[in-house]
């Protein structure tokens, strides 16, 4: 049978190897990964580009409020162009229940909102808020077999975070129904009470958000919730780490053999606190929690991509304008406490890492596609249909430049924020076509996909989500009572 789709002569790359072959697309799905393909019905002429799989972007804030209750300033479609610019071919964004609210209605909701905009695949991770007897007993159970396998939890922001008992009940869920939790960690009460400090001082600028999130906030929740996890013999994934207390904490639980995973993001890369300090209001565009820190955090968050402490590089992308409709939402001089958590990154989350990391030798190519696509697949149950190039997967695929020169501006990009944190940064290498499931929904600078062409993908329960099978020796000396205890 005639191909549909064939791209024809690039580098094809996946985790686990490199080859110069063709990539021939049959409905959506790979056919044949071979050189020398016949004719199909559409080529792709990928001569001396790099075919990698596409991005699974696994954390992201789109059409979201926030936990101050606003909404994020792009939707579904913008969110989703400016990913598939970047070279991603699925989406993992957030649905967020706020307290109150029944979680299959918070789903239900989000799904109409994503199926009419979205132009790339999508699912969702859930927020819990509230972790009622019917959201723990019902709600998570019916939503898991519906494909959502993974949910955050916060240990801070007054409205989102849950205290240990909670985060408790959630892991135990978690363990009993096959699904990965996820975990915003960093001390409230250290938080609170450095924000209270600096506030009662007169300490209201952007750079206080940097001082008031501290370091040692990051990695007491941390190691805090790495010990609820070894509790219940039940795998965590911290999200977003940006300091070297908790990158050391997680590599400490994963050599004492723990299933504790790791994410980090651009922001951890390439700023500072002293982003925050730009003139003005201009810091309030680089507020995110937690916050960019220093060249030694950045030391040690390179060190973890490369020694395998994380597993997923993502964007955190949480995009709030620079005006009074986002980010000053609060006024032109809004106190640090006031201005929403945030950062753009969607686009570029994998351009930057591709210069900075592949480009200047940090990282190789492998371990590239690994942090950007098989591995979140891997963990969230999208694996083997998506984050690899492999006969019978998705033809999901990014088509690189690896010598393209681009200088970051924002007009560059397809997000509606405004303004990006990386303008002027000099970058080589860029995705230039982008297929998913078979259509080309980017090329040469060109959408082509339409709104709502993007497909809700059911993920599966991940085996990187399932306990190890070692309950804590003082629950198993309660007389082998330790395994009927959790389950
Ligand atoms: O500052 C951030 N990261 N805002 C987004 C919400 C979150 O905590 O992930
Ligand atoms: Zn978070
Ligand atoms: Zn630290
Ligand atoms: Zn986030």
């Given at each position: 049978r005639e191909f549909d789709l064939v791209v024809r002569g690039g580098t094809v790359v996946t985790a686990a190897q490199t080859m110069d072959c063709d990539v021939g697309i049959v409905d959506g799905k790979v056919a044949a990964l071979m050189a020398g393909l016949p004719p199909g019905r559409a080529e792709v002429d990928a001569t001396g580009r790099l075919v990698l799989?596409?991005?699974?972007?696994a954390h992201c804030h789109i059409e979201q409020k926030s936990s101050f209750g606003l909404m994020t300033s792009d939707d579904f479609y913008s969110a989703t162009v400016s990913a598939a610019f970047g070279g991603n071919t699925t989406v993992l964004p957030f649905a967020a229940q706020h307290r109150g609210q029944s979680l299959l209605e918070v789903v239900e909701d989000y799904e109409r909102r994503a199926g009419e905009k979205a132009v790339i695949d999508y699912s969702y991770h859930l927020i819990v808020s509230d972790p009622t007897e019917a959201v723990l007993n019902d709600e998570l159970p019916a939503l898991i077999r519906r494909g959502l396998t993974s949910f955050k939890v916060y240990t801070t922001y007054d409205l989102l975070k849950l205290d240990d008992y909670q985060i408790l009940e959630v892991l135990a869920v978690a363990r009993r129904e096959g699904a990965l939790v996820m975990v915003h960690a960093e001390n409230h009460e250290m938080i609170r009470w450095l924000t209270e400090r600096l506030l009662a001082r007169g300490?209201?600028?952007?750079r206080y958000h940097g001082i008031g999130h501290s370091r040692l906030a990051e990695g007491e929740a941390t190691s805090r919730v790495i010990s609820l996890s070894e509790l219940l013999d039940v795998p965590l994934l911290v999200v977003h780490v940006s300091c070297r207390h908790a990158t050391e904490a997680i590599r400490d639980a994963q050599t004492r053999g723990l299933r504790i995973y790791g994410e980090t993001c651009p922001q951890y890369l390439f700023l500072t606190l002293e982003d925050l300090d730009r003139a003005g209001m201009d810091g309030a565009m680089y507020c995110c929690s937690p916050p960019p820190r220093d060249a030694e955090s950045q030391a040690a968050i390179w060190n973890g991509l490369q020694n395998g402490t994380f597993q997923v590089f993502s964007s955190d992308h949480a995009p709030y304008a620079f005006d009074e409709t986002a980010k000053l939402a609060a006024g032109p001089d809004a106190p640090f406490h006031k201005i929403a958590n945030g950062l753009p990154g969607i686009e570029l989350r994998m351009p930057l890492l591709f210069s900075e990391g592949v480009r200047k030798g940090r990282i190789d190519l492998q371990r590239f596609v690994e942090l950007t696509s098989t591995n979140a697949a891997r963990l969230y149950g999208l694996f083997p249909r998506k984050g690899t190039i492999a006969?019978?997967?998705?033809?999901d695929l990014a088509i690189w430049e690896p010598e393209k020169r681009v200088e970051v501006?924002?007009?560059?990009?397809?997000?509606?924020?405004?303004?990006?944190?990386?303008?002027?940064r000099q970058l080589t290498g860029w995705p230039t076509t982008v297929v998913n499931r078979g259509r080309v929904v980017v090329d040469g600078g060109r959408l082509l996909a339409e709104r709502g062409s993007g497909r809700f993908v059911p993920r599966g329960s991940s085996?990187?989500?399932?306990?190890?099978g070692v309950a804590l020796r003082e629950l198993d000396e309660t007389r082998n009572f330790g395994a009927a205890l959790l389950d």
């Amino acid at each position: 049978r005639e191909f549909d789709l064939v791209v024809r002569g690039g580098t094809v790359v996946t985790a686990a190897q490199t080859m110069d072959c063709d990539v021939g697309i049959v409905d959506g799905k790979v056919a044949a990964l071979m050189a020398g393909l016949p004719p199909g019905r559409a080529e792709v002429d990928a001569t001396g580009r790099l075919v990698l799989p596409g991005g699974v972007e696994a954390h992201c804030h789109i059409e979201q409020k926030s936990s101050f209750g606003l909404m994020t300033s792009d939707d579904f479609y913008s969110a989703t162009v400016s990913a598939a610019f970047g070279g991603n071919t699925t989406v993992l964004p957030f649905a967020a229940q706020h307290r109150g609210q029944s979680l299959l209605e918070v789903v239900e909701d989000y799904e109409r909102r994503a199926g009419e905009k979205a132009v790339i695949d999508y699912s969702y991770h859930l927020i819990v808020s509230d972790p009622t007897e019917a959201v723990l007993n019902d709600e998570l159970p019916a939503l898991i077999r519906r494909g959502l396998t993974s949910f955050k939890v916060y240990t801070t922001y007054d409205l989102l975070k849950l205290d240990d008992y909670q985060i408790l009940e959630v892991l135990a869920v978690a363990r009993r129904e096959g699904a990965l939790v996820m975990v915003h960690a960093e001390n409230h009460e250290m938080i609170r009470w450095l924000t209270e400090r600096l506030l009662a001082r007169g300490h209201v600028a952007p750079r206080y958000h940097g001082i008031g999130h501290s370091r040692l906030a990051e990695g007491e929740a941390t190691s805090r919730v790495i010990s609820l996890s070894e509790l219940l013999d039940v795998p965590l994934l911290v999200v977003h780490v940006s300091c070297r207390h908790a990158t050391e904490a997680i590599r400490d639980a994963q050599t004492r053999g723990l299933r504790i995973y790791g994410e980090t993001c651009p922001q951890y890369l390439f700023l500072t606190l002293e982003d925050l300090d730009r003139a003005g209001m201009d810091g309030a565009m680089y507020c995110c929690s937690p916050p960019p820190r220093d060249a030694e955090s950045q030391a040690a968050i390179w060190n973890g991509l490369q020694n395998g402490t994380f597993q997923v590089f993502s964007s955190d992308h949480a995009p709030y304008a620079f005006d009074e409709t986002a980010k000053l939402a609060a006024g032109p001089d809004a106190p640090f406490h006031k201005i929403a958590n945030g950062l753009p990154g969607i686009e570029l989350r994998m351009p930057l890492l591709f210069s900075e990391g592949v480009r200047k030798g940090r990282i190789d190519l492998q371990r590239f596609v690994e942090l950007t696509s098989t591995n979140a697949a891997r963990l969230y149950g999208l694996f083997p249909r998506k984050g690899t190039i492999a006969i019978g997967g998705d033809a999901d695929l990014a088509i690189w430049e690896p010598e393209k020169r681009v200088e970051v501006q924002w007009e560059l990009l397809h997000d509606r924020v405004g303004y990006t944190p990386y303008a002027g940064r000099q970058l080589t290498g860029w995705p230039t076509t982008v297929v998913n499931r078979g259509r080309v929904v980017v090329d040469g600078g060109r959408l082509l996909a339409e709104r709502g062409s993007g497909r809700f993908v059911p993920r599966g329960s991940s085996s990187f989500a399932r306990p190890r099978g070692v309950a804590l020796r003082e629950l198993d000396e309660t007389r082998n009572f330790g395994a009927a205890l959790l389950d």
